[in-house]
């Protein structure tokens, strides 16, 4: 990693001048700022050296504002690209403000280059209080979570351009960003040549300008607009919230409003699409189920009952036969997978396809190649694994549907209950000696992989246990709770809900699952904490989200966020969640109108990225758009079209939340 170290910068910090001194500042909140807690230098990508850039002049400029003025000579590089600069000379002020009530400060430094281009050197500012002296973890979503070192380059598909630091302990949380309201990390302009660094003990958090190639046109004034907010009150249910709200009343952050089609209409196209659907598969002329998405050779039969909830609703409503029909034939599919320790197959893949397993249990565990023959199995793309946390999913809506075919039509299905209760069965079987749960267990060897959130399996087990009465669940419920809060929330790391990829994959599925546990849990018991611990997920869930539209995107962009580490796009789908019912219980429980500007437009987004003509009609695109290119497509593309869980988990939401009736055909 490349970086100045803690070590190179302690001179920086002995400057007692009277100018210094006299720029101390320090807000009504008791927060400080002193001089030596900014240092901007250039750093020589060649040599590696780095040019500290000294303040001439250090001036007080308010009671809570100042400046740091100066200009020196820089010396070319050569090999670089475009002129080698020699005897250029480089300008540079950071401005400095202090709010005067909050814990925030921001810095504004810019330069410019005269007499001739600069080539070779990047700029950096790096802000230094209190991270020599303590140790820091460092989360930029997603490419750095729960990190003792970070060099992300170029910086991108972060939500709010920045990285949380934190002690350990969170008694301690900085949040260092770029200002959203410039035009950060655009991709087309100098600013997507940005890339920041942080390694506790060695590299203070440091935004890097230039690139790999940099080169500083002279003439040209360049600005970086930086926030740091601080938060000291030592735990995540307040620091979070605090620091997020800070920053949102830095940024005046708004809600933008989308339009796209009524819930009504965006109901209809998915519902309707799907009584006569030409992505309903058959093999060897036998009917299996829904295409996961466009071109798998596999449906997902771990979802079955997710889906049969949703039709056996649309026979109710409408009396189709059909729809009863299908939703019975689903859990069936389903059931006839049950593995024999009472694990559901994720999958049946229809036809035969070479894979190879590298599920990341642990270093360097690989299979070779196989070729995987058709039929039920647990392959998801690269894990050839049990999933406890998709099996939760599967168990808890087969027994909501087992309930309401119970209650609508008196028809006890006891081999649903019985399959249940031996998934859960299976599920309390695996769970981890911290309380947590496994991701994944590998199929070959048993090796079970470390705990993750597993935020299905946290929404489920209550509603197991008050659907069938089994006060086991909420014994195992109570362990895991105890996992989340110490090896998840006091972390800020949420991993694993994403189960083809590996339990170590950090995503912000994760964040929804649990703020939907503890919204759940307030509901059941009135627990003010569990509430508490809604809102601060919910707004920790907020910086992994795009915070504006991106100037050169015409696709949404507010409220997108990077899908997962391996696959950078820009999605905004609920996976396995309830998204918007999260967010409107947000509002209804906290009277907090963003909550419900939020759920307005994330409903937006999803429907704009829903297919409304052809063979894939109703389904729902997985991104909304590729900001930085990295699927090598166009910044406005939307990939494969989802026949499975993103439709189905909208428009459950839609019923549910009541905007949206379903009409009978004609």
Not at 605 to 627: K, L
Request: aromatic residues 12%; charged residues 20%; contains cysteine.
């Amino acid at each position: 990693m490349s970086g100045a170290r803690v070590s190179d910068w302690r001179g920086t910090r002995g400057n007692t001048s009277a100018t210094a001194a006299a720029l101390r500042l320090k807000n009504a909140a008791g927060f400080e700022f002193a001089p030596s807690d900014v240092v901007l230098f250039a750093l020589n990508k060649k040599t590696g050296k780095h040019l500290f850039l000294a303040p001439a002049e250090i001036r007080r400029t308010g009671e809570f504002t100042g400046e740091l003025i100066g200009e020196t000579t820089v010396g070319g590089v050569t090999g670089g690209t475009g002129a080698t600069g020699a005897g250029a000379t480089l300008a540079f002020r950071i401005k400095v403000a202090l709010d005067p009530q909050t814990p925030f400060l921001a810095l504004t430094p810019s330069w410019r280059v005269t007499g001739s281009d600069l080539a070779g050197w990047e700029i950096a500012v790096a802000y230094q209080r209190g991270f020599a002296s303590e140790s820091w973890r460092a989360q930029c979503y997603p490419f750095a979570g729960n990190s003792a070192q970070v060099d992300i380059n170029p910086l991108r598909y972060c939500g709010v351009p920045g990285a949380l630091l934190y002690t350990k302990d969170l008694a301690k949380v900085v949040f260092y960003t770029i200002d959203s309201r410039s035009d950060y990390l655009n991709p087309t302009t100098w600013t997507g040549n940005t890339r920041f660094a942080f390694a506790d003990g060695a590299v203070n958090p440091c935004f890097y300008v230039g690139g790999k190639n940099p080169l500083f046109k002279k003439d040209f004034l360049y600005e970086l607009p930086l926030q740091v907010f601080f938060d000291n009150s030592g735990a995540f249910k307040t620091a979070i919230p605090n620091i997020v709200r800070n920053w949102m009343r830095a940024v005046d952050y708004k809600v933008e409003p989308l339009f796209v089609r009524t819930p009504q209409q965006a109901f209809d196209i998915s519902a309707n699409a799907r009584r006569k659907p030409s992505f309903w598969k058959k093999h060897d002329g036998k009917d299996i189920g829904y295409e996961h998405h466009r071109g798998t050779p596999f449906v997902y039969p771990a979802e079955n009952s997710t889906f049969a909830l949703f039709e056996y609703k649309m026979f109710i409503a409408t009396g189709e036969k059909f729809w009863r029909d299908r939703a019975f034939f689903l859990i069936d599919f389903m059931l006839k997978g049950q593995q024999k320790n009472g694990a559901f197959a994720t999958s049946y893949w229809f036809r035969p396809t070479k894979q190879k397993s590298g599920s990341g249990l642990d270093k360097g565990h690989k299979h070779s190649d196989d070729i995987l023959a058709s039929g039920y199995c647990n392959w998801d793309w690269g894990h050839h694994a049990y999933k406890p946390d998709i099996n939760a999913m599967a168990a808890h809506y087969l027994l909501e549907t087992y309930q309401l075919v119970k209650q609508h039509e008196g028809l006890d299905k006891r081999e649903w209950l019985d399959a249940a209760k031996r998934s859960f069965d299976w599920i309390l079987s695996t769970q981890n000696t911290d309380g947590g749960f496994p991701q994944c267990i590998d199929v070959k060897t048993l090796q079970k992989s470390a705990s993750n959130v597993n935020g299905r399996t946290l929404v489920a087990l209550p509603a197991a246990a008050k659907i069938t009465g089994d006060a086991r669940y909420l014994q195992a419920l109570e362990h895991d709770e105890k996992f989340l809060r110490e090896k998840v929330q006091n972390r800020l790391w949420f991993t694993g809900s994403h189960p083809d990829l590996p339990p170590g994959d950090f995503e912000q599925d994760s964040l929804v699952n649990v703020t939907q546990f503890w919204l759940e849990k307030y509901e059941r018991t009135g627990d003010k904490d569990a509430l508490e611990n809604a809102v601060a997920v919910a707004h920790l869930t907020l910086l992994f989200w795009c915070p504006k539209q991106l100037s050169w995107v015409k696709n949404p962009t507010q409220l997108a966020h990077s899908e997962q580490q391996h696959f950078n796009q820009y999605s905004v789908y609920s996976y396995n969640n309830r998204k918007l019912i999260v967010l409107d219980k947000l509002h209804k429980f906290t009277g907090d109108a963003l909550y419900a500007a939020l759920r307005d437009r994330v409903m937006q987004n999803n429907f704009f990225v829903q297919a409304t003509t052809g063979a894939y009609a109703g389904s729902i695109h997985e991104c909304i758009a590729v900001p930085w290119l990295e699927r090598r497509r166009g910044f406005d593309t939307l990939m494969s079209p989802y026949t499975s869980e993103l439709v189905v988990e909208l428009l459950l939401q839609l019923l549910d939340l009541g905007l949206a009736r379903v009409k009978e055909e004609g």
